[in-house]
């Protein structure tokens, strides 16, 4: 059958494209607007900084605007791994399974990804701070975890904070893990 896409590369003249106009202008900011991953190899080395809009809607491009031009601070996550375009050579595009070859998504990707699920940048910088269950805890205590997000810069911003559970490797298949809607606590 025939499948919407069989590679990852930026479609059709892109990044040949691209290519012309950072020999011209090394100060370009690349704005994809794409429904899904696309090998950003090239642009993770030679732009200085990539905008991900995907399919922003009819405000999509005030929203890049005031992102371009300093009014919003950028503050998404990527809710994806971005691979490199080799990627689709040891797992075909077809494959669902996430633990072929080198793996899929960021629990099973043993490779070096282009950008990591969840990577994001913004236009300040934060400090972190995580605190945890007390010494000595066992697998069946209750447990509260709390993350404190500091704004260490200069520009007002919003911070999106991805947290994850699991079982540990070695833990009894009855103790069960209860989640805990987080964005009720935060403030």
Known sequence: GHYGRVTIDLPGAQLALLQAVM???PNTILVLVNGGAVDLSWPAQHVPAIVEAFYPGVEGGHAVADILVGVYNPSARLPY?????????????????LREAQGKTYRFFTGTPVYPFGSGLSYTTWSFALTGPATGATLTDPT???VTGTN??????DLSVLGFVGKLAN?????DVDLVDASAYVD
Not at 81 to 97: E, I, L
Not at 171 to 175: G, K, N
């Open 152 to 157: 260490t810069g200069s520009t007002d911003g």
């Open 81 to 97: 791994t971005v691979y490199a375009a080799d990627f689709v050579k040891s797992v075909p595009m077809t494959s669902m399974s």
């Open 144 to 146: 509260t975890y709390q």
């Open 171 to 175: 833990a009894d298949d009855d103790v």
């Open 23 to 25: 020999e011209v202008q």
